[in-house]
């Protein structure tokens, strides 16, 4: 990672401004749902819970970044409601630098 990209990562980790609320989340789905050509695909990929909050990653060295969980079932419903048909669903587990494990969730419609 070069000196750029660590301070864009800095500022942005530090600026709450920056940060989507779930609110932003959902209706991004929901316009990428209207934006989606036919025969299109959708791509989404988060980690399924009820957390919020500022977390170390595995890609972000010594940063943390803002993350939210979300629950899977409502995601689904969400996307569903959306006319679109989820083709592909994935749950993998990751391990956490501190112990837990979180299950990343792929869907794919």
Known sequence: MNKNQIEI???YNQSS???MDKNQTIQCIKNSALMLIDNGYIYISF???DNE???K???GGENKFYIYYYKKENIK???EDNRIEIIHEYAIDYN???GRITK???LIG
């Open 53 to 55: 909050g500022f977390e």
């Open 9 to 11: 990562i800095e500022s």
């Open 77 to 79: 419903n969400i996307i």
């Open 57 to 59: 990653t595995s890609f």
């Open 47 to 49: 980690i399924d819970g």
């Open 104 to 106: 990343d969730i792929i």
């Open 17 to 19: 401004k920056d940060i």
């Open 96 to 98: 956490e630098k501190d």
